[in-house]
């Protein structure tokens, strides 16, 4: 295990989302259990193993958090799309159709360089409105910030649960 240089052994990501599923709307959180292999582009940290990225452990442990203080976490596969437009209602629905939950325009490449290095990850997002063309809403920068204080406070939660099991909270 590389680490990061400043000794970091795990990472806690956060990131906004539009979601794809009609079970899951702003105002949610949903923990990311894996990315999408087909989407995005490859960076110059080739060959990097992502089998278990978002790692199995500090999954369990955040879920586990989440029970304990009462957060509905959901739980799904996030797509890293085209940067740093929104995607077509046609893109959205292709989307869904290979399996993603909820898409956004960070953290994969974050989760490549952190699994480059050996650091252990635990990535959440937070639901900021409906995937283009699945809901009425016009999505844009100022929509996603607006929306994005709604799951904080669920989000905050987690990760002072999270950091009181390591004795940090
Ligand atoms: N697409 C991509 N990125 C996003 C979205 C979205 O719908 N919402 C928040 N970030």
Do not use: C
């Not at 009609?22 to 105002?27: K, V």
């Not at 629905?93 to 252990?120: C, K, W, Y």
């Amino acid at each position: 295990m590389l680490g990061s240089g400043l000794g970091a052994r795990q990472l806690f990501v956060a990131n906004a989302a539009g979601s794809l599923r009609s079970d899951t709307f702003p105002g949610d959180l949903m923990l990311i259990s894996d990315r999408s292999p087909l989407i995005g582009e490859a960076t110059d940290k080739r060959f990097v193993n992502l089998v278990d990225a978002y790692g199995p452990d500090m999954r369990a442990r955040l879920i586990e958090v989440a029970r304990g203080v009462g957060v509905d976490l959901k739980s799904g596969v996030y797509a890293w799309y085209s940067v740093p437009n929104f995607e077509t209602p046609a893109e959205i629905h292709t989307l869904h159709i290979l399996g993603a939950d909820a898409v956004g325009m960070s953290t994969v490449p974050e989760v490549i360089l952190g699994q480059f290095l050996g650091l252990e990850w635990v990535a959440v997002s937070a639901i900021t409105n409906m995937g283009a063309g699945m809901g009425d809403e016009v999505i844009s920068h100022e929509h996603t910030k607006a929306m994005a204080p709604i799951g904080a406070q669920n989000l905050e939660q987690l990760i002072r649960g999270f950091l009181r099991g390591r004795g940090e909270g």
